[in-house]
């Protein structure tokens, strides 16, 4: 049998919770795991616990900036801004200012 898997405090993780989304709440959900840089399953467990969202500049979420970065751009250029598309610019915008304020 093989050894079981724990996480970063040490607890063992095996409990399933598993909910339906729609496409948009999905790609929505995506982009904001993304620009975290945690794993959806970290970045669930934050939100629902209330738990601050920190994220760690590297570069997965410089190249998760960047392309959202060109969706919004290519978006905005097709059609007026949606509510997620203002969503997502929002996200992007308090991303780079909390890391603008860990640099500075």
């Not at 795991?33 to 970290?42: A, E, I, P």
Request: charged share 30%; glycine share 4%; proline share 4%.
């Amino acid at each position: 049998m093989s050894a079981k898997n724990l996480d970063t405090q040490g607890r063992h993780r095996s409990k399933i919770i598993s909910f339906r989304v729609s496409p948009e709440e999905g790609e929505l959900l995506d982009t904001k795991v993304k620009l975290s840089g945690l794993t959806k399953q970290d970045y669930i467990i934050k939100k629902i616990t209330d738990s601050a969202v920190t994220v760690q500049p590297n570069p997965r979420v410089y190249k998760a900036l960047k392309t959202q970065l060109e969706d919004v751009l290519s978006a905005l250029k097709e059609k007026e801004p949606t509510d997620d598309l203002l969503e997502i610019i929002r996200l992007i915008n308090a991303t780079l200012n909390g890391m603008k304020g860990e640099i500075e």
